[in-house]
Each structure stands twice: as C-alpha cells, then as structure tokens.
C-alpha cells in the first residue's frame, strides 16, 4: 500500500507538471503565414537505438531552415527499453537524448513499464514534453493518470495530440501492474479503449483543435485483445491521422474509414530508427504521409549528437569488460529482419537457456523469445553484447512444475506457432515437437543427467526449471505462476549468461552453438 500512496502522489506531481504546460499559445504571433504547410515528424518503437535520434532533430532542424513549414516532433512509444542504453541506465540516458531532441508530445509503450511504473513516472518529467494516453488509471479510479490530449498550435492551425496505449500491456508487462501481493494497483481497460479516444478528440475539438492526430501504442495485428489501431479508426470520428506503434509494422499510409465513412491514413515507421515518418497537412488541410529512411538522412543535430557521444563513452566504460570470442553470428532475427527467436529454435536460445540451466543447476532451462531482443556478433564478445541480448531488468528463478505443468504451459506458449510470438519458449533440457495446424505439442522429452540421455516426460513428475521471472506475470507464462520457487533469483538474467561465458565456457563459445541444436521440431499437421 505504501507504493500505492508514493505512485500517486508522483502521478499528481506529474500531471499537475504536464497541466502548467497546457497553454501554448503566449508567445506565438498574431499573423500566421497560411501558404506554409505543417510538418510532424513522427517515431515509433526505437528502442534505444540511439543514433536515430540525431538525424530524426536534424531533419526536424533542416525542414525549419527552410521556412516553408511549421514543423513539429512527436512518439508513439517504446523509447525505454529494448537495447544498451536503455538497459544500463534503466532508461535514464535515453531520457537524456529525448530531452535534447525536444518533442512537442509523446506518448506510452508498453515496454515503458518494464523498469515498474513508480520508475517510469520519475523518467517522464524529465523528458520534458507532454505526454498523453488516454487510458492508464490507477486501479479503481475514474480519472486517468495522464492527460488523453495536448493541443499545439503550429501557425494558425492547433493540432490536438491524443494518447493511447494497447491494453495487451496488462498482460505483458503485468508485474508493472501489481504489487508484492498481487493486488492491482493500474489498469488499462480493454472495452473502453476506442470510447476514451473519442472522448478525449471530443474534447479536443471544443476547445479549439483544428486537426485530431492520435499517437497510438495500439498495432496492427497478432493483438491478444483484438484492438488494433485499424479498428480504431473505424469505430470513431473526427480523428485527421493515426500514427501507430507497438507491431514494428512499415506503413507508409493505409486509409482506412473511420464510423463516418471518412479515408483516414494510418502509419507506423517499423522499429529502431529504421524510418523516420512525416505527415504533413497542406494549407488546405489535405493529409499525406510517408516514411523516410533514416540511413537516407543526411543531416545530423549537433547538440543531440554530442549528447548520444558522451553516453557511448558512458556505455563503454561500463560495458567493455571482454567475456568470450565468438567465430560465428548468433542473430536474434532473420537476414529479412524477422524474429526468429519468436517463431523458432533459435542457436540464440540454445546457448542462453544452457546458461539458465548449467549456471542454476536446474532439469531445464526456458526463456520467453521476446526477452532476447538482440543477437551477438561474430568477434570479442563483452559485456556490453550480453546486455544488448537481456536488457530486461529480469532475474531468474528456479522453480518445481510437475509434467503436466510443463505440457500446459508449452501448448499455450505456442499456440501461435508459426506465427512470431513473444511467449514462444526457447529451451534447454528438453526436446518437443510443434503441430502447427492442430495447436498441439508432442514428443516432450527431458534430459536426464544421469544417464545422459532425453526420456519422455512423466505427468506427475516434479522437475526443476530455471526461468527469467517473468514467468510470475508474462502473458502465457502464467501458466508456471503459483509454482514453488526453491531458488530465488539472485543474479540478473544478463549476469547469468555473463558468468557462464566467461567461467563455464573459459571465454570461447563452441562450435555447437553455430546452429539449433535439434531441440524444437515443427511440422504443419
């Protein structure tokens, strides 16, 4: 109950902070030059991908030279986590480039959550830019703990910037959304998600905004709520654009009807500074927008430039410790950009999970494929890549779960199967088979020491698991929640896979890790 009374105050402290910002209108001239069009430069799921940022306030510098337009920055979330910088810092560093960048609104992520909500409520301020979502509460409350809009005037036109957040991240980043007993503490209601976007562009509109723009942490596809930014725009009105985030999706422009039968874009960027969006609304208040690829930007800011080099120099000092060398590339993802971690065996797994299982003494090992959100390099290997695999501030566990356990927990964990999902569980210590058309799991074997061989597994065995804690709370992995924990985690994740390059493996990664290792088989039957 105690952080209950902490978070709120913080949040009163936060949105009293954002309120006093409100007005935007003092120092803006009474004569607008109406030929200039209006330029919002928009960024999803960074991820802490830092030097996007200094090309993203670069363009932003060079289309405000030119004077032809009012232009603007914005976020649709996910700009706290996902890689070194984020991690190290749990977030702060990233806090320190947005600062820098200078937005005029962002809004949440769900990853955003991932330090726990009274550390991200700490971080907001200090970004120094409004942020909007119309749909986090404090459990039981009525009134959210953020504004759902801000309204900015770029000349003679206000732009009302409305937040949303995808309600998946209850279920994903639920132990941000509970305390120690696991009473509720925040929500983000599902059902009434497209009603507070409405109401809040309501409310925008009364009070003088001229274009509606969400920023939305919705996505577009795979939702386990089935509320999506699509659906979004087709049970509302009065919305001009959505830019979107949460599914790493590139879209240029899809327009899509809204409830009045209206063509309204929507567009998401991908992932990582990958592309930089831009709308713009011409003087005629037409809409348009497309993706620019950052690699394509040639201009640069030199003060968010200078920024992002003193934290590298921050980063190596705390990550260069050399662990291991590695002869070949262990990828996260496809040479088409595509999670395999999330959808497959992956070597990846394989040599993170032996980790979980040899370092912690365990039968088996698992880890989400979603907690590995980067791959390591062929070459000398230091801390700093282990971070950037594990960035999440995540221990591990070690836990009973009978067989029947087991089994329940890998037909939910890949039920999605082929399709790429977050829950799809990378394995040590045992060996299964995935029936894609029938949303089946067979052939569950587990290593034995003993004899050194797999057997079959037996339902009312107890075995011992070493897992990241997300296991308590994340999404399928409740499945594991109420299993008895006979080692509580000590160490972060990273660190564990850290000591065993270093000490188990006497910095030299094999050989057998250059390919999976035959531990997952799929087949569609």
């Known amino acids: 109950m105690r952080e209950k009374s902490v978070c709120r105050l913080l949040v009163v402290a936060l949105v009293t902070c954002l309120a006093s910002c409100s007005v935007d209108d003092d120092n803006e001239p009474s004569i607008f030059d109406n030929k200039k069009s209006i330029v919002i430069l928009y960024e999803n799921d960074v991820h802490c991908n830092i030097d996007g940022y200094t090309k993203f306030a670069g363009l932003r510098d060079a289309i405000a030279r030119t004077d032809t337009s009012y232009v603007g920055m914005v976020s649709s979330g996910d700009y706290l986590q996902g890689a070194l910088a ?34 991200m409520l700490e971080l907001l301020p200090k970004i120094g830019a409004p942020v909007v979502c119309t749909n986090l509460f404090e459990y039981g409350s009525s009134t959210p703990m ?41 929500d983000v209601p599902e059902a009434e998600t497209y009603i507070l976007v409405q109401k809040a562009a309501n409310e925008a509109r009364k009070e003088g905004a001229d274009y509606v723009v969400v920023l939305s942490h919705l996505g577009e596809t795979n939702s386990m709520t089935g509320i999506d930014s699509h659906k979004l725009v087709e049970a509302t009105n009065g919305i001009d654009a959505v830019l979107d985030g949460h599914t790493h999706a590139v879209i240029p422009c899809d327009w899509v009807a809204n409830k009045d039968g209206k063509k309204i874009p929507i567009t998401q960027t991908g992932t990582q500074f990958a592309n ?3 709308l713009w609304i011409s003087p005629d208040g037409t809409f348009h927008t497309m993706l620019v690829p950052t690699a394509d930007i040639p201009y640069t800011s030199q003060r968010v430039t200078a920024t992002t080099d ?14 291991a060398t590695l002869d070949f590339d262990l990828p996260a993802k496809d040479a088409d950009g595509a999670w395999i971690t999330r959808r497959e065996e992956a070597a990846l797994g394989n040599l993170v999970t032996d980790a979980f299982r040899i370092q912690l003494d365990s ?62 569980p990378q394995v040590s210590g045992m060996k299964f088979t995935i029936h894609t058309l029938t949303h089946t ?9 003993e004899s050194n061989s797999y057997k079959p597994i037996e339902a009312e065995r107890t075995y011992t698991i070493a897992i990241n804690d997300y296991y308590q709370s994340g999404g399928y992995y409740d499945t594991l929640a109420n299993c008895t924990v006979i080692k509580k985690g000590q160490l972060l994740i990273r660190d564990i896979l850290a000591e065993y390059l270093e000490q188990t493996l006497n910095g030299i990664i094999p050989d057998s890790y250059r390919t999976p290792q035959g531990r997952i088989t799929i087949v569609a039957d």
């Open 276 to 278: 930089v969006g831009k």
């Open 363 to 424: 039968d088996i090992g698992i880890v989400n494929g979603g907690g590995v959100r980067n791959g390591i390099n062929a070459g000398i290997v230091n801390y700093g890549d282990v971070v950037s695999v594990l960035p999440n501030d995540n221990s591990a566990d070690v836990i009973e779960a009978t067989g029947t356990e087991i089994l329940n927990m890998l037909s939910k964990c890949t039920e999605n199967c082929p399709e790429p999902d977050g829950s799809f």
């Open 146 to 186: 953020f504004p759902g809009y801000f309204i900015k005037r770029y000349g003679g036109k206000k732009i009302a910037f409305v937040g949303t957040l995808t309600p998946e991240t209850k279920q994903s980043e639920s132990y941000a959304f509970f305390d120690s007993d696991k009473n509720q503490i925040y």
């Open 441 to 449: 799991v067979t052939d569950v074997e587990v290593y034995d020491k």
């Open 310 to 323: 003193s934290i590298k120099v921050l980063l190596d000092n705390a990550t260069n410790k050399q662990l």
């Open 86 to 119: 984020g991690a190290i810092s749990r977030g702060q560093y990233i806090v320190d480039i947005m600062r820098n960048v200078g937005y005029d609104a962002i809004t949440l992520g769900n990853h955003e959550f991932d330090y726990l909500t009274p550390h």
